[in-house]
């Protein structure tokens, strides 16, 4: 499922409140400032801080 592009608008960074970018496979939102990666599991975000995987663990 395609991620809505109003909901990318709205969308921010729970931790720094910045703006957060979709992933290449669409599979997550990207925090470049925080250099998080919050996933997308079964088409809904995951916003939890907690649950934010560190950007470098994403590369293929």
Same mark, same amino acid.
């Given at each position: 499922?395609?991620?809505?592009?109003?909901?990318?608008?709205?969308?921010?960074?729970?931790?720094?409140?910045?703006?957060?970018?979709?992933?290449?496979?669409?599979?997550?939102?990207?925090?470049?400032?925080?250099?998080?990666v919050?996933? !997308? !599991?079964?088409? !809904?975000?995951?916003?939890?801080?907690?649950?934010?995987?560190?950007?470098?663990?994403?590369?293929?």
């Amino acid at each position: 499922m395609p991620i809505d592009k109003e909901l990318l608008e709205i969308l921010a960074c729970p931790k720094c409140k910045g703006d957060l970018v979709l992933t290449e496979k669409e599979d997550g939102f990207i925090c470049y400032k925080c250099k998080l990666v919050y996933p !997308i !599991i079964d088409d !809904i975000p995951v916003m939890l801080i907690d649950e934010a995987k560190p950007l470098e663990e994403q590369s293929d």
